[in-house]
């Protein structure tokens, strides 16, 4: 008898813990949920200011709180479509014409780089504008700009290397002339090239992406699925001549926004393969990220895994929108156990970003919505500052929790 007491003490105890934490866990959904619409109305008043501040012609790219001026760039810069895609992707989730208008406006000075063969950024620059816009409105003339866009790609591809060149000469080091650049960066460039395959049957492009993404897996990732940020490599015999790691703290150390760079990029190879080796990659760096001992605990990562002054270091929330964008695309293709942890880290950084200390009031931060980005630390340039990629996944994190949940 004095068994069957205990055993139902026990399973009243257990049945009042679990219904007392599901009423906790939806009320924290709510409340994201009410975070996440809240900060879609914030961004339109955001994103209206910013436009009136942004000459035409020019693309809004950071912002200095000092002077209060806005930094802009010509359309040749590699944030340019971040700027066309963020009024898009806020179209779409509540139709503003004038913010439309705006795009239209923005993607008429973009055009001319759909044949700008010196960069390797045309995925960033052209497929977040114009590949927004055809998903949305599709276009043939969308059509011929970013298949021009796919083959100026194309041509900084090294059939030696079996990769696409990023930079056109060593910045460190111009002397050496042989040398071929490649940062993990580039691995967001590559569903440009997918959509090219698709669209035009031209395999070429196809083998292009998996070759780079096949050699940035050989050579960019150390044993622990961190990765160095520039892999370099002779031009001629395509041999790999150094690692280093020059826009983190140290040759060896994991660079923040490289580390979501290359999880997303990972996430979108096997989106377009379905080949397991790059789902497995892609769930190999999330899990170095979400278990790595410097991840703070609001999960908005410090700029470098390894800065020397932890945890005093900087944090960078536009690394965290990335992998916040990233994660919640890949609960959607790994298995349910992963799936569900991947969801639930994703949500975590995303609700800890749409709080005051990240998010900026209305029309303050110059029009931008996230604080507390940081561009290149050792050069100290664009330092604690809102930037334009960092609205963008932003904003496309957003889109995808609401699709995520039926919103």
């Given at each position: 008898m004095l068994?069957?007491?205990?055993?139902?003490?026990?399973?009243?105890?257990?049945a009042?813990l679990?219904?007392?934490?599901?009423?906790?866990?939806?009320?924290?959904?709510?409340n994201?949920?009410?975070?996440v619409?809240?900060?879609l109305?914030?961004?339109?008043?955001?994103?209206?200011?910013l436009?009136?501040?942004t000459?035409l012609?020019?693309?809004?790219?950071a912002?200095?709180?000092?002077?209060?001026?806005?930094e802009?760039?010509?359309?040749?810069?590699?944030?340019?479509?971040?700027?066309p895609?963020?009024?898009?992707y806020?179209?779409?989730?509540d139709?503003?014409?004038e913010?439309?208008q705006?795009?239209?406006?923005?993607?008429?000075?973009?055009?001319n780089e759909q044949?700008n063969?010196?960069?390797?950024?045309?995925g960033?620059?052209?497929?977040c504008?114009f590949?927004?816009?055809?998903r949305?409105?599709?276009?043939?003339?969308?059509?011929?700009?970013l298949?021009?866009?796919?083959?100026?790609?194309?041509?900084?591809?090294?059939a030696?290397?079996?990769?696409?060149q990023?930079?056109?000469?060593?910045?460190?080091?111009?002397?050496?002339?042989?040398?071929?650049?490649?940062?993990?960066?580039?691995?967001?460039n590559?569903?440009l090239?997918?959509?090219?395959?698709?669209?035009?049957?031209?395999?070429?492009?196809?083998k292009i992406?998996?070759?780079?993404?096949?050699?940035t897996m050989?050579?960019?990732?150390?044993?622990?699925?961190?990765?160095?940020?520039?892999?370099?490599?002779?031009?001629?015999?395509?041999?790999?001549?150094k690692?280093?790691?020059?826009?983190?703290?140290?040759?060896s150390?994991?660079?923040?926004?490289?580390q979501?760079?290359?999880?997303?990029?990972?996430?979108?190879?096997?989106?377009?393969?379905?080949?397991?080796?790059?789902?497995?990659?892609?769930?190999?760096?999330?899990?170095?990220?979400?278990?790595?001992?410097?991840?703070?605990?609001?999960?908005i990562p410090?700029?470098?895994?390894?800065?020397?002054?932890?945890?005093?270091?900087?944090?960078d929330?536009?690394?965290?929108?990335?992998i916040?964008?990233?994660?919640?695309?890949?609960?959607t293709?790994s298995?349910?156990?992963k799936?569900?942890?991947?969801?639930?880290?994703?949500?975590?950084?995303?609700?800890?970003?749409?709080?005051?200390?990240?998010?900026?009031?209305?029309?303050t931060?110059?029009?931008?919505?996230?604080?507390?980005g940081?561009?290149?630390?050792?050069?100290?340039t664009?330092?604690?500052?809102?930037?334009s990629?960092?609205?963008?996944y932003?904003?496309?994190?957003?889109?995808r929790?609401?699709?995520?949940?039926?919103?």
């Open positions: 068994k069957k007491r205990k055993y139902l003490f026990i399973l009243i105890v257990a009042s679990i219904s007392c934490k599901q009423p906790k866990q939806e009320e924290q959904a709510e994201l949920d009410q975070k619409a809240a900060t109305k914030l961004a339109s008043i955001q994103y209206a200011y436009g009136s501040r000459p012609g020019r693309f809004p790219k912002y200095d709180e000092k002077t209060d001026s806005l802009t760039s010509d359309s040749g810069w590699w944030c340019s479509g971040f700027y895609g963020t009024l898009l806020l179209n779409e989730a139709p503003n014409p913010f439309k705006q795009a239209y406006t923005a993607l008429g000075s973009l055009e044949f063969k010196t960069t390797h950024d045309l960033f620059m052209m497929f504008s590949g927004n816009a055809n949305l409105e599709p276009k043939p003339s969308y059509d011929t700009i298949l021009n866009s796919a083959k100026s790609l194309s041509t900084r591809y090294n030696k290397a079996k990769s696409i990023s930079w056109d000469s060593a910045p460190w080091n111009k002397a050496e002339a042989d040398q071929m650049p490649v940062i993990i960066d580039n691995m967001m590559l569903e090239l997918f959509w090219a395959t698709k669209f035009s049957g031209d395999s070429t492009f196809y992406a998996v070759d780079h993404a096949n050699t050989k050579n960019h990732y150390r044993d622990d699925f961190s990765s160095f940020h520039v892999v370099i490599y002779d031009k001629k015999s395509g041999a790999m001549v690692q280093i790691t020059n826009q983190g703290a140290a040759d150390s994991a660079w923040a926004r490289g979501a760079w290359g999880l997303y990029g990972f996430v979108v190879m096997y989106r377009e393969t379905k080949d397991k080796k790059y789902l497995q990659q892609a769930e190999n760096i999330a899990d170095f990220i979400l278990n790595h001992p410097n991840l703070p605990e609001d999960k410090y700029w470098d895994f390894n800065a020397s002054n932890i945890p005093d270091a900087l944090h929330s536009s690394a965290a929108a990335i916040a964008s990233a994660l919640l695309e890949l609960s293709l298995e349910e156990n799936a569900a942890r991947y969801r639930k880290d994703g949500e975590i950084m995303l609700d800890n970003l749409l709080t005051p200390f990240y998010l900026a009031s209305p029309k931060n110059g029009g931008f919505l996230l604080m507390h940081v561009g290149n630390m050792p050069k100290q664009e330092v604690d500052t809102p930037l990629y960092g609205d963008y932003l904003v496309e994190a957003l889109l929790y609401k699709k995520l949940h039926g919103r």
